[in-house]
């Protein structure tokens, strides 16, 4: 089982590694996720810790789901 800092280091890499495929700045995903700007920034280095309910905000917003955001895809 994977402990809380490695879901928050896995969700923050997928995240960033999502928008850079969309061709997002941190701005535009706020915008889709109607989240703060500073949230997402800080989501991607790992300060802060999203519910669920924000991590599914964001997986819409980046086309993608909840599932793959929290997967390790360098396992």
């Known amino acids: 089982m994977a ?3 490695d879901v928050c280091a ?3 890499r997928n995240i960033k590694a999502a928008r850079k495929r969309l061709n997002l ?4 995903l706020a915008a889709r996720a109607e989240i703060d700007r500073t949230y997402v920034s800080g989501i991607e280095r790992q300060v ?3 519910t669920i309910t924000v ?6 917003a ?3 789901t909840t ?3 929290l997967t390790d ?3």
């Open 48 to 50: 802060r810790n999203p």
């Open 73 to 75: 895809e360098s396992r």
């Open 62 to 64: 980046l086309e993608t």
């Open 10 to 12: 896995i969700l923050a």
């Open 67 to 69: 599932a793959d955001l």
């Open 55 to 60: 991590v599914a905000k964001f997986a819409e």
């Open 3 to 5: 402990r809380m800092e």
């Open 25 to 28: 700045s941190q701005e535009d």
